[in-house]
């Protein structure tokens, strides 16, 4: 199944101002780890710009479920939903 998990944290406390927040993520998102976790990225989006407040993460993520999906984002907290893609949606109309 596909899932959007929508992250965002305050651009201070951003992970890439850090070693140990790139070593994290670096880890995160390895192949070895979404492996690990059955899970595999379709799609990773960041919003970022400099003088933002608040980073927003996008990612499109193909899981077994909703719980995979938080259990492979850890400690990072990430609204989870099921997505199907437009195109499929669009048969229908």
Request: charged fraction near 25%.
């Amino acid at each position: 199944m596909l899932f959007a998990a929508v992250h965002m944290h305050p651009a201070s406390q951003c992970p890439l101002n850090s070693d140990e927040g790139k070593n994290m993520l670096k880890e995160l998102f390895s192949e070895e780890n979404m492996k690990k976790n059955n899970i595999k990225m379709e799609g990773a989006y960041v919003s970022c710009p400099k003088e933002a407040v608040t980073h927003h993460g996008y990612f499109i993520v193909d899981a077994e479920s909703a719980d995979a999906v938080k259990n492979f984002f850890g400690p990072m907290e990430v609204e989870v939903r099921e997505v199907v893609p437009f195109s499929e949606v669009a048969k229908n109309l």
